[in-house]
């Protein structure tokens, strides 16, 4: 059977150049960075070349830089390490309402550990009000954390116009760009943001590592500790060739990054046309101008369908796409984002996410096409909530 693969926002498959990279890290340069003699420098050698990639690449220096386990550890040090580093002075944290879980849930712990927390709506296409903003920030809001795209809708945020917003209350600003590196620009002098996420998996690279941005001059309280690794803000024997990995995908991205957003945003245009014009009473999640989201990302509401049952039948079809409900012990629950967007239940319960990536084709959106309309057609005529004509 024919395998499409479009939950690219979910992960994406390593691409063989960013495994290249990494190879001579997983075999012969195995050393441990920490190490004085020449299979440790090696090994640091690999390290500090990538930190220096990855900085250069995003406009950032070289020091700012600070390897994760991943996009979920950078979020937890940039909420929590530093929601207790400034802890005697400032106690309000605001984190929107449609961030990842990764921020939503560190902003929960510390709000359970004596913080305080407000959140930010969106508007219908998911955007984040700067007014909203405004009116929420103290002088004892320590920082504020609103993400670069998000990674059901693909919507873009303002963040430099947010950030500098947050600036004027003395707060720092973190942004969760795990969805947007690699796919629009990422400047750090541009964005003005002292805090910035980004996983290796979401850009063709390796599971288990990530990057967080620290601007110079800022403290934090570490997480982990142990040794002196990545200045003792990061205790751990260094994933080397996973961070090697990481600098290789973003390197690899970013050069790719023009003509890829403009086959995807074409690719997209396609798929959406078509399917908008096979299936009827579909709804587009999130903005439709392709300059306002990350165009490979493609949330549509099947009206009167639930999102697991389009799954299900898909995945029979040899095609993996993920849904903005999530069924958890048997109720249908609906994805936060889509609630925050006021999208109604019965549309948010029926909508799923098809997220395009380097490696899709033409090919494997036509063959999507052609199966889909047969799906509603069969889960809608099962459906009681879908009117019959
Ligand atoms: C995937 C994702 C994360 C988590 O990154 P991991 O490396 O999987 O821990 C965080 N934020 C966003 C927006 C994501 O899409």
Known sequence: MKQ???DNNSTTP?????????????????????????FGREAKAGIETAREKVAALIG?????????????????????????????????????A???????????????NGFKADYLNCDREGLISAAELKSKLTD??????????????GTIQNITQLSEITHEKGALFHTDAVQSAGKIEVDIKKLKIDLLSMSGHKIYGPKGVGVL?????????????????EKGRRAGTENVAGIVGFAAALELAEKMRPEEHTRLSNLADFFIGQIQSKISNVHFNGPRDNDKRIPSTVNLSFQAVEGESIILSLDMNGIGVASGSACTS??????????????????AQGSIRFSLGRFTTKEDLEYTISVLPEIIERLRAMSPLYAKK
């Open 14 to 38: 390593l691409d063989e150049r960013v495994l290249n990279a990494r190879l001579p890290f997983m075999k012969e340069k195995f050393g441990n960075a920490s190490s004085l003699h020449s």
């Open 4 to 6: 499409v693969y479009l």
């Open 60 to 96: 950032a220096e070289p020091s700012e830089i600070y390897f994760t386990s991943g996009g979920t550890e950078s979020d937890n040090i940039a909420l929590k390490s530093v929601a207790y580093q400034h802890q005697n002075k400032r106690h309000h944290l605001i984190a929107s």
């Open 330 to 347: 048997g109720s249908l629950e609906s994805s936060h984002v889509l609630m925050a967007m006021n999208i109604p239940p019965e549309l």
């Open 140 to 153: 004892d809001t320590s920082v504020v954390s609103i993400m670069h795209a998000n990674n059901e809708i």
């Open 213 to 229: 941005y620290i601007a110079k001059g800022q403290r934090i309280v570490p997480l982990f500790h142990g040794g002196h690794h």
């Open 98 to 112: 449609i961030e990842h879980h990764a921020v939503l849930e560190s902003v929960k712990f510390l709000a359970k």
